[in-house]
């Protein structure tokens, strides 16, 4: 699913009055957190859910036709993440942490992307084993909403957390450019759910929960238009206030789409097509376990300054979390090679990704 992703947002505005040094690690400590956030959701989502689903794109189509191309897309994503991994540590190194930061946000796309694909890949090998059946789609993709919930939530909380002075004109845009997509994605999919529900009270209740976060978000939108053209403690508290509201408004929607009648029915996979399934799925988690690993050492370096006593084993953390992203992208390639992994489980918090 496409989506702007909140924590492009922290990236900007590093133009600061503040120290350079003492902003861009800053700075980089709140994209590791968003980061962090986005891939566990995805995760939590896709690789451990205990239905077997397609994944699709934003215009409501499967991410793709065949296992071949998801397998052939997955494969090159693996490439380019251990490009970006490599690149990310250079930029560190070399004390450019705001690069460092561009460079993770570019890598928290890519895994969720890799995750999706291999999401996908792993129901359509499994669909296509002996004795298995498809799912049969439903009014609302789960994933869809929950993302979109995720994302309003995260841009909502940068709002809360982050210094006033840090609310820059372009940090602020983005922000509501991020908001208004998701809520854009969440009427679009929820007025056709009302269209096309055979129910009374959902028809009714879908188109309900529409004015809601359409009425919550257009007062949360003017206070982050007040704060842009009046920047003050006050103005940031009532964007604090509204925030609460459409958060809740969300979680509300959210809460009753995904209700089980409005879902479909999960895909029925046989023994064979469920051993297929876990092995890439296995693999996928072994990747995005590792890439949490990786901004929780690079949120450890950016936290600390050089001469502390623990940036030694804060690097050999980062660069041993860095090799775990390749074996990952290994096993990843050889579950989908082989339908198959010596491996299945994945090698950190294998319950969870948190």
């Known amino acids: 699913m496409a989506s702007s992703g909140s924590g492009r947002s922290i990236s900007e505005g590093s133009n600061s009055p503040l120290s350079g040094s003492v902003q861009q690690r800053k700075r980089l400590s709140f994209i590791c957190d968003a980061c962090k956030a986005k891939v566990q959701m995805v995760a939590d989502l896709l690789l451990l859910s205990s239905e077997t689903r397609p994944v699709m794109t934003s215009e409501g189509v499967a991410l793709a036709d065949t296992f071949d191309q998801c397998r052939d897309t997955v494969i090159a994503r693996t490439k380019e993440l251990s490009i970006l991994t490599h690149d990310i540590q250079c930029q560190l190194n070399m004390g450019r942490f705001t690069e460092a930061g561009d460079r993770l946000l570019e ?64 940090v602020l845009l983005e922000l509501s450019q991020n908001i208004s997509t998701n809520l854009k994605t969440l009427t679009d999919i929820s007025l056709l759910a009302s269209e096309r529900s055979r129910d009374r009270f959902a028809k009714e209740q879908f188109k309900l929960s529409v004015k809601s976060i359409s009425t919550s978000g257009t007062a ?33 929607l959210v809460g009753f789409a995904t209700e089980p009648q409005f879902l479909g029915r999960a895909a029925s996979v046989s023994a064979e097509g469920k051993g297929v399934q876990t092995a890439v799925l296995g693999g996928a988690m072994s990747v995005v376990s ?4 990786l901004t929780q050492g690079l949120r450890d370096v950016a936290q600390h300054p050089e001469s502390s006593s623990k940036m030694a084993d804060y690097r050999e953390r980062l660069r041993n979390s860095a090799c775990a992203v390749s074996d990952g992208c290994t096993l990843l390639t050889q579950a989908l090679r082989e339908r198959s992994s010596p491996r299945t489980l994945p090698p950190v918090n294998s319950h969870s990704v948190n």
């Open 107 to 170: 890598m928290a796309d890519l895994v969720v992307s890799l995750t999706e694909c291999s999401t996908h890949a792993a129901y359509l090998a499994a669909v296509e084993s002996p004795g298995s059946h498809p799912c049969l789609p439903g009014l609302v993709d789960r994933y869809k909403v929950t993302r979109c919930r995720h994302e309003v939530e995260q841009s909502c909380s940068i709002l809360r957390v982050s210094p006033l002075a840090d609310l820059t004109p372009q």
């Open 220 to 252: 949360f939108l003017a206070c982050i238009k007040e704060v842009k053209t009046q920047p003050s403690e006050l103005t940031r508290n009532r964007c604090i206030l509204f925030s609460a509201a459409l958060v809740q408004a969300v979680s509300a």
């Open 290 to 293: 590792a890439c949490v690993l």
